[in-house]
């Protein structure tokens, strides 16, 4: 089993539509999440950071935590073509304090 | 703030030499950095986590004779890879660990750098 689970896509989603992307975990002890958005051939950029339970909002984006259900997700509202990268989910803390473990990303594409 | 900065961006260089890539935090200090690199579509491999003044602790299978990693203050990390081969060509990235809420798991990443060894 993966420690971080995405679903890899590709995920494609109509301009203006909510593109919702998953991430589940397998460490209980983890205690920081993050998601990351990556451009090809770009390095990635930190988009959100959730330490507790429920949502956290920034904008267009929306971070859902339910840490007993060991499941974080991604909110995109009114997506645009600009969206379209790679979505990677990282976990830390637990029994890798100070690393990040990355899943494997999700490829969110927006058609116009 | 919060921004990595990296350098080269690309190098291209002949079998059997070095190659140092810096790394800086150019707005915060940074006691961890991190080294990564990607293959091309595949997700980010963690090589080492470097502390300053103290010995890179390198991830399982990876050669620390072959990929040096220097950490000489809060804001510079280098990783120079030696005698490359063409197997090295990769993507590395670095990124700088900022404090938050007390822990230090927060990292911003660095543009990245693109090796090819012919």
């Known amino acids: 089993q993966k420690e971080v689970e995405q679903n890899s896509g590709p995920l494609s989603v109509p301009e203006g539509a909510i593109a919702s992307l998953n991430c589940t975990y397998s460490?209980?002890?983890?205690?920081?999440f993050f998601w990351y958005r990556q451009y090809s051939g770009k390095s990635p950029e930190l988009i959100m950071s959730?330490?507790?339970?429920g949502d956290k909002e920034d904008g267009r984006f929306t971070a859902q935590l339910n840490k007993a259900s060991q499941y974080v997700s991604l909110l995109i509202r009114d997506s645009q073509p600009s969206d379209s990268a790679t979505y990677l989910c990282?976990?830390?803390?637990?029994?890798?304090?100070?690393?990040?473990?990355f899943g494997q990303g999700t490829i969110l594409t927006v058609h116009p | 703030g919060a921004v990595v900065s990296q350098h080269p961006s690309r190098v291209i260089c002949k079998s059997g030499t070095s190659v140092k890539i810096e790394c800086r935090s150019l707005?915060?200090?940074?006691?961890?950095m991190f080294w990564y690199r990607q293959f091309p579509k595949k997700s980010l491999m963690l090589m080492a986590t470097?502390?300053?003044?103290?010995?890179?602790?390198?991830e399982q299978g990876v050669e620390k004779d072959k990929f040096l990693i220097n950490h000489a203050s809060l804001t510079l990390s280098t990783l120079t890879v030696t005698s490359a081969h063409p197997e090295d060509s990769s993507f590395y990235i670095c990124?700088?660990?900022?404090?938050?809420?007390?822990?230090?798991?927060?990292?911003?990443f660095g543009p990245g750098t693109r090796l090819t060894v012919l």
């Open positions: 990124s700088a660990g900022r404090d938050s809420r007390g822990a230090a798991d927060t990292q911003y």
């Open positions: 460490d209980r002890g983890s205690q920081s």
């Open positions: 959730i330490y507790s339970n």
């Open positions: 990282a976990v830390a803390g637990g029994t890798s304090y100070g690393k990040l473990t």
């Open positions: 707005d915060f200090q940074a006691t961890t």
């Open positions: 470097s502390n300053e003044g103290s010995k890179a602790t390198y």
